[in-house]
């Protein structure tokens, strides 16, 4: 029997891969905003579904760090409050028009053999030239944002991609460059995505300079 291939990765896949895929695709079309003014492209999801930026955590403990610091610092960003639950802070961030999305529709994890046992190491280049002709579609006929703007230093590999489209006036880049991620346990990095992201929205006209 021929393995399974994942319409978002092109690998073999699991059945587990697949219904998480699909569990990612259920949950951001749910937040998605009708008329997306920002889109702001991530590299890849994260492996565990709970950790995915549209997962509706009921507790704040349900997701690990690094995807607890991003949802919180990209709520702050956008003044949106964070007491009042995932659910509501997510529904929040689609009426203002804002819209997360992975470039790779898969875990990085996921799509490059030997990176969980450490037998390889993932090439941001070679990772954004492989999804860069399909976002530039996904972002002309799907998504059809009035602005982009890029998270994490590893997607600055897609700039020429956007570029080549045409779509360099839509790209709202900070000092020239994609937003560095807000790792935790590093406060100088986390204002410093605040500000980078505040900068961005002020000059996509969601948000007063």
Known sequence: ?????????GRPASAEHIAARIRRLELATRFRPVHIVLLILAEAPPPRVEDYFY???????????LSRVLFDELMRAASIPLGQGDASCLTAFQQSGLFLADSLECPVEDIVPGLRDGTARADPRELCDRCGPTIVQRVRLSYKPRCITLLSTRTRH????????????QLLLYQGLPLHFP???????????RAGLADILARAGLQKS
């Open 183 to 193: 790792h935790p346990h590093n406060p100088a990095a986390q204002a410093q995505f």
């Open 55 to 65: 997962y509706p955590a009921a507790t704040r403990n349900e997701r690990t760090g």
């Open 158 to 169: 897609l700039i020429p991609h956007f570029e080549r489209a045409g779509l360099s006036k």
């Open 1 to 9: 029997m021929s393995a399974t291939l994942c319409d978002g990765c």
